[in-house]
C-alpha cells in the first residue's frame, strides 16, 4: 500500500471516529436528510485536506487542498464543520475540526 493510501485511511479512520450525531431532534425529513448530506461532506473534504497536508508535509510533491466548485459546496462544508463543533465540542477545542491548510 502506498504512502498516500495509508495517511487518507489514517485521515478517514480520524474523522469516522466521530460518528454522525445531532442535539436537535423533531427535524423534519428533509432536513435531516440535509444535515447527514452537509455532515458527510465535511467528513469527505476533511478527509482529503488532511491527506494532502500530511504528503505536503513528508515530499516536494504538494498536492493541493480541496477547492469547492461552488459556493453551495462551501457552505454545506461550513454547516457539517458547525455541526461537527456542536456535538462533539470537546474535540472542537482542541481542534480537531479545524479548516487544514
Given at each position: 500500500?502506498s ?18 450525531g445531532?442535539l436537535?431532534t ?6 435531516y436528510?440535509?444535515?447527514?448530506n452537509?455532515?458527510n ?15 505536503n ?7 493541493s ?5 461552488s ?5 454545506s ?8 463543533v456542536d ?6 477545542a482542541?481542534?480537531v ?5
Open positions: 500500500m504512502s498516500y493510501s495509508n495517511v487518507y485511511l489514517r485521515a478517514v479512520s480520524t474523522i469516522s471516529s466521530y460518528p454522525l445531532k436537535r423533531g427535524m423534519p425529513a428533509q432536513e436528510i440535509q444535515y447527514k452537509d455532515w461532506f465535511f467528513n469527505t473534504i476533511w478527509a482529503y485536506n488532511y491527506t494532502s497536508s500530511t504528503i508535509a513528508q515530499t516536494n510533491s504538494p498536492i487542498k480541496y477547492e469547492f466548485a459556493n453551495a459546496e462551501r457552505i462544508y461550513i454547516r457539517g464543520q458547525i455541526s461537527h456535538y462533539y465540542p470537546s474535540a472542537a482542541v481542534g475540526f479545524n479548516d487544514i491548510d
